[in-house]
């Protein structure tokens, strides 16, 4: 019996963009995942994703009777080691790739500046803005 890899994608990234990493997998995992997560009206986006979080626990809930490895990236990894302290029962392993963790002085730093309103300014969400839209043409 395979083990099952619960994969869930980065913000912005379905989970079929993955679907080349998924192929290497399929030989030794049963691969599942939710598509779009965040776009269920029963699990509003908000500040620090607890209801993304509880639309993953429901998904895992709802399809596993064994634990399961949680892979996510970036949003998603997140996602899956705040699944993973929820119900740790339920998980055999969490890998995270490119995520989002602050801790230690830097997580004080981020509520430091959330409480004076500098969050949008400081976060990682403002370097995601300043990204590059376009390239030139080859």
Do not use: C
């Not at 890899?5 to 030989?27: K, Q, V």
């Amino acid at each position: 019996m395979k083990d099952i890899l619960h994969f869930s994608h980065a913000n912005g990234f379905p989970a079929s963009t993955y679907r080349t990493i998924f192929a290497e997998l399929a030989d030794d995992y049963e691969l599942r995942y939710i598509e779009r997560i965040g776009h269920d009206r029963r699990y509003p986006v908000t500040r620090d994703w607890p209801h993304l979080v509880e639309q993953l626990l429901d998904d895992i809930g709802s399809r596993y009777e064994r634990p399961v490895w949680l892979v996510g990236h970036s949003l998603g990894g997140y996602l899956s080691l705040m699944a993973a302290l929820k119900k740790p029962h339920w998980v055999r392993g969490v890998v995270m790739i490119d995520s989002p963790i602050i801790a230690g002085w830097r997580a004080g730093a981020l509520r430091a500046s959330q409480w004076a309103g500098l969050d949008e300014r400081l976060s990682p969400a403002a370097a995601t803005r300043k990204r590059r839209t376009r390239w030139a043409s080859r």
